[in-house]
C-alpha cells in the first residue's frame, strides 16, 4: 500500500492484487520446493501463474518487499536471486540467455525498480538502488545506484550524476546500437569538416 498510489485498503490488496496473490503463492511454493516436494512446488506455482499472468519459478530466492504492480506477463526464473524492497512492473522478465547452465539468471540487489517491459538476462548482478528503465534489455552487470536504459542497455546515471561515454565504441555484448553508431559518424564527419574550414582559413590569410 505504501507504494501503490491506487491501493485503497489492506482487504482490497489482500484479495484482488495480482501481484500479491503471485507472490504469497510463490512463499507456500518455495517453501514446499526447500523441503523437496517438488511436484507440489510446480503445481502451486503453475496455479498461482494461470490466475495472476505472473510466473515465479518456486526454487527463485526472494527478499522481503517485493512488490509487483500490475504484473501480467513477469517471469521470473528458477536461479534468480532478489533482495529486499524491490519494485518490479508488468512485462518484466528476469531470463536466462539460454547459453548457461547452473545459475543462469539474474542476481537482483535490493531496493532496485525495474520499469515495465524490461529484460534482464543473464548470470550477472544488479547493484543496489539501481533503477532499469522499461523496455530495456539488460545483458551486463549494472553497478549500485545507477540506472540502465536502452537496447541493449547501457548506464545513463551513477549516484544521479550523468555518464557520459569516452569514445564511440558501442559494442555491448557484441550487439552494435545502429543509430549511436551513425551519429558517432555524422559528429566524426563534422569535426573533419570544422578542421578542413580553419586550415583553409588559415591559408587563405597567409595569402592575404
Request: hydrophobic share 40%; charged share 25%; glycine share 10%.
Amino acid at each position: 500500500m505504501q507504494r501503490d498510489p491506487a491501493a485503497r485498503s489492506a482487504i482490497e490488496v489482500f484479495f484482488l492484487y495480482p501481484g500479491f496473490r503471485a507472490v504469497r503463492s510463490y512463499r507456500l511454493a518455495n517453501w514446499c520446493y526447500r523441503h523437496r516436494f517438488f511436484f507440489l512446488a510446480r503445481w502451486i506455482s503453475q496455479r498461482a501463474s494461470r490466475k495472476t499472468g505472473i510466473e515465479i519459478h518456486p526454487a527463485a530466492t526472494i527478499g522481503k518487499g517485493l512488490f509487483i504492480d500490475h504484473g501480467v506477463g513477469v517471469v521470473i526464473g528458477e536461479t534468480t536471486v532478489i533482495g529486499d524492497n524491490c519494485t518490479i512492473y508488468q512485462g518484466v522478465t528476469l531470463g536466462g540467455t539460454g547459453k548457461e547452465k547452473g545459475k543462469r539468471h539474474p542476481t537482483i540487489g535490493s531496493n532496485v525498480v525495474i520499469g515495465a517491459g524490461a529484460k534482464v538476462l543473464g548470470p550477472f548482478q544488479v547493484g543496489d538502488n539501481a533503477k532499469i528503465a522499461a523496455n530495456a534489455v539488460v545483458l551486463s552487470e549494472v553497478p549500485p545506484n545507477s540506472t540502465c536504459v536502452g537496447v541493449p542497455g547501457r548506464i545513463v546515471k551513477i549516484d544521479n550524476k550523468k555518464v557520459r561515454p569516452t569514445n564511440c565504441d558501442l559494442d555491448h555484448i557484441h550487439i552494435p546500437d545502429p543509430i549511436s553508431m551513425e551519429l558517432c559518424k555524422i559528429i566524426n564527419r563534422l569535426e573533419k569538416l570544422e578542421k578542413a574550414v580553419e586550415e583553409k582559413g588559415e591559408t587563405k590569410d597567409e595569402t592575404v
